[in-house]
C-alpha cells in the first residue's frame, strides 16, 4: 500500500541552527502538506503545496519556514534558525485532490527537538 | 481559535461495545469532515469521512453522523476491539481550502 515516507524519524537541533525536514509524498499525489502537533496538543496545519506552489498558509508559517519540492518525488520543510518553541512532532501529508474534498494520507512524523 | 472541538478528553469503553466519540464545530463554511486514529509515535490514519450533502457514512464497524443544524458529528464504532485503543481526531474542511484544521481528539480505551 503506498505510503508517505519522512525522514529523520527524530531531529535533535541546537536554537538558531537550520532543519530540513523530509517527506516522500505518495507517488500520483498533487497536494502536500506540513502539520505540526506540539506535545498534548492538537495538530495544527502548517502550509499546503501545489503545483509548484505554497496555496495556503497558516500564522505559524512566518519568514523563518520555507518549503521545497526539489525534484519529483521529494518534499521538504526547512526551519532557517529553530527556536525551543519549535520542538514538536512534523507531519508530511498528501493527497490526490485538495483537503476539501478527499482525505490527507499522512507520515509517520519527525520528532524535532531544539535543545 | 477553536473551530473544531472535542470536549471529551478520553472515554473508556468495554469491548463488544459501541464506542461513540463527539465533535463539535463552528465554522459554518466547513463541509467536509474526517476521522482519523492516531497511535503514540505515529502519524494520524484517516478512517472515514462525509460531505455535506450526507448526514450519515458507513464503512464496516465505523459510522459517522453529520448534524449540520446542530453543527455536531459523531463517530460510532460497533463493536469496539481492543485494537480501536486510540487517540481520535476529528478534522474538517471548507470547500476550496487548502487545510485541515482538527479537534484536540479523544483518547479512546477499550477495555477487555
Known amino acids: 500500500e503506498p505510503e508517505v515516507t519522512q525522514t529523520p524519524s527524530h531531529q535533535v537541533t541546537q536554537m538558531g541552527q537550520e532543519v530540513i525536514l523530509r517527506c516522500v509524498p505518495i507517488?500520483?499525489?498533487?497536494?502536500f502538506y506540513w502539520y505540526r502537533q506540539i506535545l498534548g496538543q492538537k495538530v495544527e496545519f502548517l502550509v499546503s503545496?501545489?503545483?509548484?506552489?505554497?496555496?495556503?498558509k497558516s500564522e505559524i508559517f512566518d519568514d523563518q519556514f520555507s518549503v521545497e519540492r526539489p525534484d519529483g518525488s521529494n518534499f521538504t520543510l526547512k526551519i532557517r534558525s529553530t527556536k525551543l518553541e519549535d520542538s514538536a512532532m512534523y507531519f508530511c501529508?498528501?493527497?490526490?485532490?485538495?483537503?476539501?474534498?478527499?482525505?490527507?494520507?499522512f507520515g509517520q512524523g519527525t520528532r524535532l527537538t531544539v535543545v | 481559535d477553536q473551530q473544531v472541538k472535542q470536549n471529551s478528553p478520553s472515554l473508556s469503553v468495554q469491548e463488544g461495545r459501541i464506542s461513540i466519540l463527539n465533535c463539535d464545530y463552528t465554522?459554518?463554511?466547513?463541509?467536509?469532515f474526517l476521522w482519523y486514529k492516531k497511535y503514540p509515535a505515529e502519524g494520524p490514519t484517516f478512517l472515514i469521512s462525509?460531505?455535506?450533502?450526507?448526514d450519515k457514512n458507513e464503512d464496516g464497524r465505523f459510522t459517522v453522523f453529520l448534524n449540520k443544524s446542530a453543527k455536531h458529528l459523531s463517530l460510532h464504532i460497533v463493536p469496539s476491539q481492543p485494537g480501536d485503543s486510540a487517540v481520535y481526531f476529528c478534522?474538517?474542511?471548507?470547500?476550496?481550502?487548502?487545510?485541515?484544521?482538527f479537534g484536540q481528539g479523544t483518547r479512546l480505551t477499550i477495555n477487555p
Open positions: 501529508a498528501s493527497s490526490d485532490q485538495g483537503a476539501g474534498f478527499t482525505e490527507a494520507f
Open positions: 478534522a474538517a474542511s471548507a470547500w476550496g481550502a487548502q487545510k485541515l484544521v
Open positions: 507517488s500520483n499525489h498533487l497536494y
Open positions: 465554522n459554518s463554511m466547513f463541509d467536509y
Open positions: 462525509i460531505s455535506s450533502i450526507k
Open positions: 503545496f501545489y503545483n509548484n506552489e505554497i496555496s495556503e
